[in-house]
């Protein structure tokens, strides 16, 4: 059974950093595509960044430059370094896995649907 918990979210004040993670349990497919997706209060679901099974990384517009997507050296661990935090920010944020047939690199961040969802961890930017 796959599983993905989130954390590190919590509160922070605008230009502040953190750290989210995805611990990944029972996935074992060789391809696929794995990201970050945030929703903020009266907002529709948003992908925000993605690494494919090669670690091809992709962001949305919004937080490039800001964030980095990464995988722990076991691969059963995403994570999200978020830097320079803006009020926008705060959301509900999401870990997401699929499996794919190949690597889709910068796909995957427009990728739909994503299978295998967490349970969310919130981000609140103060100004």
């Known amino acids: 059974q796959v599983q993905l918990v989130e954390s590190g979210g919590g509160s922070v004040q605008s230009g502040g950093s953190l750290r989210l993670s995805c611990a990944v349990s029972?996935?074992?497919?060789?391809?696929?595509?794995m990201g970050w997706f945030r929703q903020g209060p009266g907002k529709e679901r948003e992908g925000v960044a993605a690494?494919?099974?090669?670690?091809?990384?992709s962001y949305a517009d919004s937080v490039k430059g800001r964030f980095t997507i990464s995988r722990g050296n076991a691969k059963n661990t995403l994570y999200l370094q978020m830097n320079s935090l803006k009020p926008e920010d705060t959301a509900m944020y999401y870990c997401a896995a699929d499996p794919t047939i190949e690597g889709l690199g910068v796909m995957c961040l427009a990728r739909r649907p994503y299978n295998y969802w967490g349970q969310g961890t919130q981000v609140t930017v103060s100004s």
């Open positions: 690494i494919d099974s090669v670690g091809v990384t």
């Open positions: 029972g996935y074992t497919y060789s391809n696929y595509c």
